[in-house]
């Protein structure tokens, strides 16, 4: 499985983005998490979602403002940033984690992931 991110820009703060992350298979029995790194920081956990969607799990400083989605019928995940910061400045990474289930998984974990994409960049100007 492959996953490849894009929709990254250069946005003024407050405005919107929408990020997709296509997988070159399927992604029906997978948990995907969305994850970022800023400029000389550490990788941190954005957002997750079950294989149906119908569970979501944010971090806190993007709770609000983002939203994680999915389409299994096109193998793509998205995210929809909203009233962006600064701070959202960084490389946003999808990462997929093969399960049916999503009780006991760490998603905001990164070593629960077996696949990650190289990232899409995403800077927010003020």
């Known amino acids: 499985l492959h996953l490849v991110e894009s929709g990254g820009e250069l946005v003024q703060v407050g405005g919107s983005l929408r990020l997709s992350c296509a997988a070159s298979?399927?992604?029906?029995?997978?948990?995907l998490g969305w994850w970022r790194r800023a400029p000389g920081k550490e990788r941190e956990f954005v957002a997750a979602?079950?294989?149906?969607?119908?569970?979501?799990n944010y971090a806190d400083h993007v709770k609000g403002r983002f939203t994680i989605s999915r389409d299994n019928d096109k193998n793509t995940v998205f995210l929809q940033l909203d009233m962006l910061k600064p701070a959202d400045t960084a490389v946003y990474s999808c990462?997929?984690?093969?399960?049916?289930?999503?009780?006991?998984?760490?998603?905001?974990?990164?070593?629960?992931?077996?696949?990650w994409g190289r990232g899409t960049q995403v800077i927010v100007s003020s």
């Open positions: 298979g399927r992604i029906s029995e997978h948990a």
């Open positions: 979602i079950n294989w149906s969607g119908s569970i979501r």
């Open positions: 990462a997929s984690h093969r399960t049916p289930f999503w009780e006991g998984i760490d998603v905001d974990d990164g070593q629960t992931y077996e696949t």
